[in-house]
């Protein structure tokens, strides 16, 4: 069975998707088979590995929503991870899955045919706290949260601790936090390193190493559909990237 791994925070901007694309790019090149899942209607990841979602007909949305197998949908690649595309269509799937009995687990049962296909399954939350991301918490096993060093970026991760408790006492009992993420990191300031510590000592959460660099490099790379990896790959960033894959493993 994979490792499904959830990638949350309700606030925008500290890198979620460029983790997910980049740590699923890191886990492939040492040969793990990786399918990552968009479920944000922005659909950022989709674009940042080179699909246009106003090009797509179909997405994870209509897989949601039934009548779609995700198998339908998969876009595959011969060297990088593989992909359930998103669609602004996703934004108005929480209204419509509101109304279906156990709302909460429809992505678990519709990545169900695909999970024997790989090692892992990373999974693009959006950044809020609704029914999306519940989805994505109830389908993983894991939950990795990534962090902007500054004070602002960790006033909620409380809020999203007491989503991912309630998803452990209702609908994933075996949901797993990994930890937190350092992203955006400035090790020379000490505001970010006061910060990193106010994390762990407040909410007992464990902060993964390495810490992922402040780099240009980052937004760069989605602009031709790549990740840091392929666009600059001695570069801090992407060794941060390798060395947490490599940790993970």
């Known amino acids: 069975m994979p490792r499904t791994m959830a990638v ?9 998707t460029t ?41 994870i949305h209509h897989v949601m929503l039934g009548g779609v197998k995700a198998r339908d949908i998969l876009v595959e690649f011969e060297d990088g991870p593989d992909l359930l595309p998103a669609t602004i269509d996703l934004a108005t799937a929480e209204v419509r899955l509101a109304r279906e009995s156990g709302p909460e687990q429809v992505l678990r049962t519709a990545l169900r045919p695909l999970r024997s296909s790989y090692d892992w399954i990373i999974i693009d939350c959006p950044p809020t706290l609704g029914l999306l991301t519940v989805n994505g918490l109830s389908a993983a096993s894991d939950v990795l949260i990534p962090l902007q060093c500054e004070t602002l970026a960790h006033r909620g991760v409380g809020q999203l601790l007491d989503t991912i408790h309630d998803v452990q006492r209702l609908t994933n009992p075996g949901l797993h936090v990994l930890g937190v993420l350092p992203t955006l990191y400035d090790g020379r300031t000490t505001h970010a390193r006061a910060v990193l510590e106010t994390i762990a ?7 993964l190493a390495p810490a992922i660099p402040k780099s240009i490099r980052f937004a760069e790379a989605p602009a031709i559909g790549e990740t840091i990896l392929s666009t600059s790959p001695a570069s801090p960033g992407a060794k941060a990237y390798r060395a947490l894959a490599g940790a993970l493993l």
Request: hydrophobic share 40%; glycine share 8%; proline share 4%.
């Open 201 to 207: 000592d407040t909410y007992s959460l464990d902060v």
């Open 8 to 16: 949350a925070n309700q606030k925008g901007g500290v890198a979620k």
């Open 19 to 59: 983790t997910v694309a980049t740590l699923g790019a890191a886990l492939a090149e040492r040969g793990q088979r990786v399918l990552l899942v968009d479920l944000d209607p922005q659909a950022c990841l989709t674009f940042s590995v080179g699909i246009d979602p106003e090009e797509l007909d179909k997405s």
